[in-house]
T-cell receptor
Framework: KAGVTQTPRYLIKTRGQQVTLSCSPI?????VSWYQQTPGQGLQFLFE???????NKGNFPGRFSGRQFSNSRSEMNVSTLELGDSALYLC????????????FGAGSRLTVL | GESVGLHLPTLSVQEGDNSIINCAYS??????FIWYKQESGKGPQFIID?????DKRQGQRVTVLLNKTVKHLSLQIAATQPGDSAVYFC????????????FGKGITLSVRP
């Protein structure tokens, strides 16, 4: 059974650019959550999607957005990148919304120069 | 506001000894408390969770204790093994309706052979 797959694993962007990250959940999992991990702030919740609907959003500016497709795959987008957006972006999936048991992917490491 | 913190940044234990990782939380409204571990280069991995109406829960070689009076959570690992070396995070879920977890900063567990 394949785990949570995130692409790309590593990417480098410059300030002002935008980036799209992709997440394929475990087969059968319908809920996808996104987290940002930085050394200073730790793991911070970005948003959760279930059945193509955003159920909850963390305290991040509108530059951060996401969506979920009918096959449960999810993407997140960050526009007008800032240096502080450099982070490991983690996607997690679960069978249903509100689960504590999240299966995380290995993350997408974004570096903004 | 919401805050989940850990008392110590690092913990070094001898292989075979028991490990105790502590966590303080501030949101008395949280309904679930969860422990995750993160190995280098990987996403967090679920270990165990406990609901606020419980004081103790046991898993395989792990026990989580919850003291709501002093807002304290601990993870006990029996017979610590080298494979237990990782960063451990406590997290809380306010209501279980969403997978919006608030994570602590993390503590590194290092197992000496």
């Amino acid at each position: 059974k394949a785990g949570v797959t995130q692409t790309p694993r590593y990417l480098i962007k410059t300030r002002g650019q935008q980036v799209t990250l992709s997440c394929s959940p475990i087969s059968g999992h319908r809920s996808v959550s996104w987290y940002q991990q930085t050394p200073g702030q730790g793991l911070q919740f970005l948003f959760e999607y279930f059945s193509e609907t955003q159920r909850n959003k963390g305290n991040f500016p509108g530059r951060f957005s996401g969506r979920q497709f009918s096959n449960s795959r999810s993407e997140m987008n960050v526009s007008t990148l800032e240096l502080g957006d450099s982070a490991l972006y983690l996607c997690a999936s679960s069978l249903f919304a509100g689960a504590n048991v999240l299966t995380f992917g290995a993350g997408s490491r974004l570096t903004v120069l | 506001g919401e805050s989940v913190g850990l008392h110590l940044p690092t913990l070094s234990v001898q292989e075979g000894d028991n490990s105790i990782i502590n966590c303080a939380y501030s949101n008395s409204a949280s309904d679930y408390f969860i422990w995750y571990k993160q190995e280098s280069g990987k996403g967090p991995q679920f270990i165990i969770d406990i609901r606020s109406n419980m004081d103790k829960r046991q898993g395989q070689r792990v026990t989580v204790l919850l003291n709501k009076t002093v807002k304290h959570l601990s993870l006990q690992i029996a017979a610590t093994q080298p494979g237990d070396s990782a960063v451990y995070f406590c997290a809380e879920n306010i209501d279980g309706a969403n997978s919006k977890l608030t994570f602590g900063k993390g503590i590194t567990l290092s197992v000496r052979p």
